[in-house]
């Protein structure tokens, strides 16, 4: 990961718990001569398609390239150090908060990146969804009283426990590629909405992917709003070994309290900021592939990525294609019989896509559950 430089300025029911289980890991890291090193003449003909700045939503990816998980489950990581995340409101001077922000920030790129070799996740099917969550030290299943069980049953991961990190995401537009993904955390009184759009370019020998949109960050105990965007990611060696580095300028705001960070991604470090290498994540929990949705990306993606694993690249590609070719005839169904599309967990706001009962539209009472 690149190294960063920071500035600082002044109602369900509950789901059966047999049915929950931790992530069992699917992306084991892939062997640097597999994949793209061995079929470099797929690659070359891919890229005899590309002009310098194309679109790449226009050239179709060869299915080896794919990284055995939806770009849905990808944000999810964002919260593998839930830990830090969690901790942010425990800050009571505003400084210190948006310091932990920064920190917290810089945790939550690494963890989204499982393989020595650079690879593209699945393309969200739009209406497709994932939820999962994340246990905090000390947390416990069940919620102290009726009024915290009903925010758990209400909100984004009714079988979450009371003390976690709880995920969801949902493929709210197809044309454009637009996902959608909310976190809260209900004993610290807050929650995350992201809206992001992401756009990608052919540059030559690399390929650049642009995250348009924003993310915002909650505090409701200080009645404050964080504003954040994401950095730009770039796959470099595409013809030998493709590795993943972040690049850009992001920037964090509250308008409450006036202060502000700039975090600009550098390739030198000058100082360890948030150590990625010796700062272990924490596994996400989420409901076996058996018990989910159909529209959940585990499920959704199950034979594509079961093909992967046994490294039969012809048939993920049938199944692949099939998915996308569903995706398209339901398109042009909905269009011939003048259906709207009907979005799961979001809505728009303005250009935003806003989780539909957040965190704060739930809680009855301004007292912080401790």
């Not at 989204?112 to 246990?135: H, M, Q, S």
């Amino acid at each position: 990961m690149a190294a960063v430089a920071i500035s600082v300025q002044p109602a369900d029911s509950e789901a059966d718990p047999s049915d929950v289980e931790e992530d069992q890991e699917l992306h084991e890291d892939d062997d640097a001569s597999s994949g793209v090193a061995q079929n470099r003449s797929i690659i070359m003909h891919m890229l005899s398609q590309a002009r310098v700045g194309m679109d790449l939503t226009r050239i179709t990816l060869p299915t080896f390239i794919l990284e055995k998980r939806s770009l849905l489950e990808m944000y999810a990581e964002f919260f593998a150090h839930p830990d830090l995340f969690a901790s942010i409101p425990d800050n009571s001077d505003p400084r210190e908060r948006i310091i932990a922000i920064a920190r917290y920030y810089c945790s939550a790129f690494h963890a989204a990146r499982k393989g020595a070799v650079a690879k593209k996740p699945y393309n969200p099917i739009l209406g497709e969804t994932f939820r999962c969550y994340w246990d905090l030290p000390g947390g416990r299943r069940n919620a102290p009283d009726d009024d915290s069980k009903r925010l758990i049953q209400s909100g984004p991961v009714p079988y979450a426990s009371y003390s976690s990190v709880a995920f969801v995401a949902e493929q709210v537009s197809h044309h454009p590629p637009v996902s959608g993904f909310y976190a809260e955390c209900i004993p610290k009184r807050m929650y995350v909405n992201g809206s992001i759009y992401t756009k990608s370019k052919f540059l030559g020998l690399s390929l650049g992917v642009h995250h348009i949109g924003s993310v915002r960050l909650c505090l409701m105990d200080y009645g404050e709003e964080y504003r954040v965007n994401l950095p730009n990611a770039y796959a470099r060696s595409i013809l030998t070994v493709p590795w993943l580095e972040l690049g850009g300028k992001c920037h964090i705001e509250c308008l409450q309290n006036g202060y502000t960070a700039d975090v600009e991604f550098h390739c030198k470090e000058q100082e360890v900021f948030f150590d990625t290498i010796n700062t272990p994540t924490v596994k996400k929990k989420l409901q076996k592939v058996s018990a989910q949705d159909p529209g959940e990306s585990r499920r959704r993606w199950q034979r594509v990525t079961e093909a992967l694993f046994s490294k039969d690249i012809e048939e993920a590609t049938d199944a692949k294609h099939e998915l996308e070719e569903k995706q398209r005839a339901d398109a042009r169904q909905r269009q011939e019989s003048g259906v709207e599309w009907k979005q799961q967990f979001f809505h728009l706001e303005g250009d935003t896509w806003i989780y539909n009962t957040p965190l704060s539209s739930r809680t009855r009472t301004s007292k912080r559950h401790i």
